[in-house]
């Protein structure tokens, strides 16, 4: 199995950045997906990016030229650089992987909050 903790959540004002991490342990060779995933209030739990082993990416359309999903293998860590955040980018933000072999593993979520 595989253990993902996130971190690098908070409150920033609008316009600003964060830049959230993901660090896998466990079951790590096997993992070729990764994504990011939030979900606000009232709201369901939405996809913002996810990147697979080959390099290959994906974005919402909410957040595409906004926000960036990055590894380091050499950390067994991914990222997700957010820029010029909105009051509507505030949830918890999940990252989630796949391995082979294993079902989905989820982190715990970190909470990110825009004010206005």
């Known amino acids: 199995q595989v253990q993902l903790v996130e971190s690098g959540g908070g409150l920033v004002q609008a316009g600003g950045s964060l830049r959230l991490s993901c660090a896998a342990s466990?079951?790590?060779?096997?993992?070729?997906?990764m994504g990011w995933y939030r979900q606000a209030p009232g709201k369901q739990r939405e996809s913002v990016a996810n990147i697979y082993s080959g390099g290959i990416t994906n974005y919402a359309d909410s957040v595409k030229g906004r926000f960036a999903i990055s590894r380091d293998s050499s950390k067994n860590t991914w990222y997700l650089q957010m820029n010029s955040l909105k009051p509507d980018d505030t949830a918890v933000y999940y990252c989630a992987a796949d391995a082979n072999g294993y079902s989905r593993s989820w982190g715990q979520g970190t909470q990110v909050t825009v004010s206005s």
């Open positions: 466990g079951s790590i060779f096997n993992i070729y997906y």
